[in-house]
């Protein structure tokens, strides 16, 4: 069963933790992506990987690091740097445009609540 | 930077009534894409749009990209209760480009 996975589905943490969020995926892409998603609001890019051991900031990295050590996982440290990480988080991959898509692949997010 | 607007924020229809959402580019884009979030859920991809001009059908969606490739509308003729979510566009400037998303259309209908 082809897919990306996220765990866990729901995490709870106390201000001034670090916190990492898994993100697997089975589809052999080399692209990963994570984006952060407030109550109501559109997508936003953290941080992306093209390729293994490679990463480039998003439009919000402050607060947050990551590592892409294999093909499969890209992990996602929430730091206690980041003012506000109460947030849905969503990982999402996509392959080689053959044939000029696209396409992106999400996971099923993960929803941090720091209190 | 590079920004996408998508319009309306909010949209609330009759089952039955029609839906249309739009996406506009102050810049000429090399390609967009549409996907669909149902409520508590994760995006997922619809459509990819390419050509100058291209109008793709879905069942009842109906995606198209403008001639001047700046802007992109989806269509939803007589919406039904599995409609609902929000519905993102997601342009790509270039081939290298990350995607945008833009700020989405949200769904919702009296059944």
Redesign the interface.
């Known amino acids: 069963d082809g897919g990306i996975t996220q765990s866990p589905k729901y995490l709870f943490r106390k201000e001034g933790q670090n916190v990492t969020l898994s993100c697997e995926q089975n589809l052999n892409h080399d692209a990963m992506?994570w984006?952060r998603q407030d109550p109501?609001?559109?997508?936003?890019?953290i941080y992306?990987s093209q390729i293994v051991n490679d990463f480039q900031k998003?439009d919000i990295a402050e607060g947050y690091s990551v590592s892409r050590e294999k093909k499969e996982s890209f992990p996602l440290t929430v730091t206690s740097a980041q003012k506000n990480p109460t947030a849905f988080y969503?990982c999402?991959s996509r392959g080689q445009?053959a044939m000029?898509?696209?396409?992106?692949?999400?996971?099923?997010?993960t929803r941090l609540t720091v209190t | 930077g590079q920004q996408v607007m998508q319009i309306p924020q909010y949209q609330h229809v009759q089952e039955g009534e029609d839906f249309t959402t739009y996406c506009n580019s102050s810049t000429t884009l090399s390609n967009i894409q549409w996907y669909k979030q149902r409520p508590g859920g994760h995006p997922v991809f619809l459509i990819q749009l390419v050509k100058s001009g291209e109008v793709k059908k879905q069942k009842r969606l109906t995606f198209q990209f403008g001639e001047a490739k700046k802007n992109s509308s989806l269509h939803i003729t007589a919406t039904q209760t599995t409609d609902v979510g929000t519905y993102f566009c997601a342009p790509m400037y270039s081939s290298a480009s990350k995607i945008i998303f833009g700020s989405g259309t949200r769904l919702s209908i009296r059944p």
């Open positions: 992506y984006y109501g609001q559109g997508l936003r890019l992306y998003g969503l999402a445009a000029g898509s696209y396409e992106q692949y999400f996971g099923p997010g």
